[in-house]
């Protein structure tokens, strides 16, 4: 509503800012292709980043935004590790007259509200994702499917989302069952660890859908070490789309990727431009994301990051 806007503190126009931007983490290439993405658009601009590195720590997260509040910097990109913990420090920004933007990840809409507490969210349809991949499942799987899910982060709104679209469609179908579910902390060798034991519980298992291609990476090289073929005996199903996982798909040893691309420096730069000069936001501002299929995956590599 028009009085929840006022609330959200004005950025100036200016030919410069300095702007936050607080990461999550950097231990892999989706991290790594948004910083620089990120980074390459600042330079471009001539704006100063103020960039920090959570490390894959929530609560080193919380004290590097106030840290970016302490240093009064213009305007705060944040990429919530978890969707609950960051509440606290967006209200604090906003109290402190820092516009902050969400980027590739969300706040838990009932903690912080866009258009009052932040600007708006940038990113991917987590749930249209998790959808996607199950879709393509259902139209290429024949037979009974096993399915062993590694999710992302715990409390992570592309984890929360991803499962629950994927889950809903698979719900629908008697033919699918979900034998296990657990954290892989979207990084690879904790998905290779969790597939390893995952596959051994329930030998079964005929497909395993990963919420980020880390992980998928793992699993492939769990899928080996049982003594089976990665997309042939057990399917592997992925999110994100990177260089590395494409091939995998080219080579066979991946099924299928939905993209959930990294790239945000130009949108996230164009907003914060459009916000300063008074345009009207919407509430989320959603990536159009491609997806690759065995027969698209070879046309598709050179424009994955
Ligand atoms: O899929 C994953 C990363 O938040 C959308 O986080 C992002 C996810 C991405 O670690 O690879």
């Known amino acids: 509503s028009v009085l929840a806007q006022t609330m959200l503190p004005k950025l100036p126009v200016k030919a410069t800012y300095r702007v936050g931007f607080a990461q999550t983490e950097s231990n892999n290439p989706w991290r790594l292709a948004q910083t620089k993405s990120m980074q390459d658009e600042a330079k471009k601009l001539g704006y100063q980043l103020v960039y920090t590195d959570a ?37 604090e920004a906003r109290k402190a007259g820092i516009p902050v933007i969400l980027v590739d990840r969300n706040i838990d809409p009932a903690l912080s509200k866009a258009g009052t507490d932040y600007v708006t969210f940038i990113g991917s349809d987590f749930i249209k994702e998790g959808q996607r991949v199950a879709d393509w499942l259902v139209k290429n799987a024949n037979g009974k499917m096993n399915i062993i899910e590694l999710e992302g982060t715990t409390g992570a ?33 904790k998905g290779r660890q969790v597939a390893e034991t995952l596959l051994q519980a329930h030998p079964e298992a005929n497909v395993i859908y ?96």
């Open 210 to 305: 990963a919420h980020n291609d880390e992980m998928a990476i793992g699993a492939v090289s769990a899928i080996k070490a049982a003594g089976k073929v990665p997309g042939k005996d057990i399917l592997v199903l992925s999110i994100d789309g990177g260089k590395e996982a494409v091939q995998m798909v080219v080579d066979g040893t991946i099924n299928y990727v939905v993209e959930c691309n990294p790239r945000f420096g130009p949108q996230a730069f164009a907003t914060l431009k459009d916000y300063a000069a008074g345009k009207k936001l919407p509430a989320k501002i959603i990536n159009a994301d491609r997806d690759y299929t065995p027969e698209s995956a070879k046309a598709g590599l050179a424009g994955a990051y």
């Open 55 to 91: 490390a894959g720590s929530t609560a080193k997260q919380v004290a590097d935004v106030r840290s970016m509040i302490a240093q009064k910097v213009d305007a705060i990109f944040l990429s919530p590790r978890e969707d609950k913990p960051l509440a606290p420090v967006v209200a």
């Open 157 to 189: 709104s592309p984890a929360n989302d991803r499962r629950k679209g994927f889950d809903d469609v698979i719900a629908k179908n008697p033919k699918f069952k979900i034998v296990a579910s657990q954290t892989g902390d979207f990084a690879r060798d």
